[in-house]
C-alpha cells in the first residue's frame, strides 16, 4: 500500500447509516441489506475505513433494491484504520491475507444459508481480498475498484470473471500498471474481462466522495452502474431459468428472521 493515498478523503462512520442492519454472519458483525428469500448475494469488501462507511452502506443499499442479499462484514474487527494511527503499523495487523481467509468463512456460511450464486466487489483494500477469492470457485464474479495491493501475477491465476473499474489519478493502481493487468487478462480467454479508467477522478473516488458535490456523486454512481451491470451478468442472469428467486421489485433491506 503506497503512501496515504488510499487514506484520503477519510469518511465519518457511523454505526447506524444504512437502510439495513448490523447481524452476526458466522463470527463477523456484518452490515445486510436486501431479501431473505434472494438466492443470490453480494459480498462488498470495504477500504481500509471499514463497514461503517455511509457512502459504501449506501451502495449496499442500492445493490440490494436489485434483489440482492448483501453482506459487508467487519474484517477490521472493530478497528478500522483512523487518521491518527500509523499505515504501515495498521496493516500489520489487518492484512489482506487474513482477510481473504476471513472471505471464505462468509462464502462458506453463506452458502449453508442457502445462497447459490455469488458475487464480490473490492474497494482499494478489499479487490486484493476479492482477486484472492477470484482465483478458485468460491464465487461467480468480482469487481476491482480502484484496488490496491493487487500485482500482476495474481491475475495469471483468476479463474471468475472480472472486472477493474481504475482511477486515472492513481500513485497505487496507475494506468500503466491497470494496463498490465488487462494485458495479463487478455492472454486468458477462457476468462471474461472488463477493464475501464475513468478520466478526472482519483484513488477512492467510489466511496469516498464529497455527496455535496455533484460531480463527484455522477462519477461514483457511473462506476456503481458498472459494477451492478457485471455482477447481474454473472450472478443473477447466469440463475435465470434455474427457478430461483430473483426479484425485480423493493425489497425489505433488513430481513431479522435471517442468519441469527
Not at 18 to 28: D, K, T
Not at 133 to 138: P, R
Request: glycine share 6%; proline share 5%.
Amino acid at each position: 500500500m503506497s503512501g496515504r493515498e488510499c487514506c484520503e478523503n477519510p469518511p465519518a462512520l457511523s454505526s447506524s447509516s444504512g437502510n439495513g442492519c448490523v447481524l452476526q454472519l458466522g463470527s463477523f458483525n456484518t452490515y445486510v441489506s436486501g431479501p431473505s428469500t434472494s438466492k443470490l448475494a453480494i459480498l462488498l469488501v470495504s477500504d481500509v475505513y471499514g463497514y461503517e462507511a455511509p457512502n459504501l452502506r449506501k451502495l449496499s443499499d442500492k445493490v440490494a433494491a436489485a434483489g440482492y442479499y448483501v453482506v459487508v462484514p467487519d474484517f477490521f474487527y472493530g478497528d478500522p484504520y483512523t487518521m491518527e494511527k500509523t499505515l504501515s503499523i495498521w496493516i500489520q495487523s489487518h492484512g489482506t491475507a487474513k482477510g481473504f481467509e476471513d472471505a471464505k468463512q462468509v462464502v462458506a456460511a453463506l452458502k449453508d444459508k442457502g445462497i447459490s450464486a455469488i458475487g464480490a466487489a473490492g474497494f482499494c483494500w478489499g479487490a486484493k481480498v476479492v482477486t484472492e477469492l477470484s482465483k478458485s470457485d468460491y464465487i461467480q464474479a468480482v469487481v476491482l475498484l480502484h484496488p490496491s495491493l493487487v500485482k500482476v501475477d495474481d491475475f495469471k491465476e483468476v479463474k471468475a470473471p472480472i472486472a477493474i473499474l481504475a482511477a486515472e489519478i492513481d500513485k497505487i493502481s496507475p494506468p500503466e500498471l491497470i494496463k498490465q493487468f488487462e494485458e495479463i487478462l487478455s492472454s486468458k480467454p477462457e476468462v471474461d474481462k472488463f477493464v475501464k479508467n475513468f478520466p478526472g477522478v482519483k484513488h477512492g473516488w467510489t466511496v469516498r466522495y464529497n455527496v455535496e458535490n455533484k460531480e463527484a456523486v455522477q462519477h461514483a454512481e457511473e462506476a456503481h452502474r458498472d459494477m451492478l451491470d457485471w455482477l447481474t451478468k454473472y450472478v443473477k442472469y447466469s440463475q435465470k431459468g434455474s427457478g430461483l428467486a430473483v426479484s425485480e421489485v423493493p425489497v425489505p433491506l433488513c430481513d431479522l428472521t435471517v442468519l441469527r
